[in-house]
Nanobody, 118 residues
């Protein structure tokens, strides 16, 4: 059973920064494209950042481009999301997952809550 565990969320003022971490069991992170997703209240969960496995290319949703950075440490089996210049509209529950064929590959973890106050 694959386990995805997100951490690092919290309450921050607008303009602040947070770094989220995601660990996974086995070799999931090393062998897969990994994505960060978020779900705001009343909205669908959405992919916002993606890191490919082979070349570690990164792709971002326009809403976070230039402010968020996804990175991975395969040796630590961890994926990170550095979030800078946070805005109130970034408030959401943040999740990570492997990304295959355009879809999340595994069951979701509990996520980590990010709340940005104005």
């Amino acid at each position: 059973q694959v386990q995805l565990v997100e951490s690092g969320g919290g309450l921050v003022q607008a303009g602040g920064s947070l770094t989220l971490s995601c660990t996974a069991s086995g070799s999931i992170i090393r062998t897969n494209a990994m994505g960060w997703y978020r779900q705001a209240p009343g909205k669908q969960r959405k992919l916002i950042a993606l890191s490919t496995a082979a070349l570690s290319n990164t792709i971002y949703d326009d809403s976070v481009k230039g402010r968020f950075t996804i990175s991975r440490d395969n040796a630590k089996n961890t994926v990170y999301l550095q979030m800078d210049s946070l805005k109130p509209e970034d408030t959401a529950l943040y999740y990570c997952n492997a990304h295959r064929g355009g879809y999340p590959a595994y069951s979701w973890g509990q996520g980590t809550q990010v709340t940005v106050s104005s």
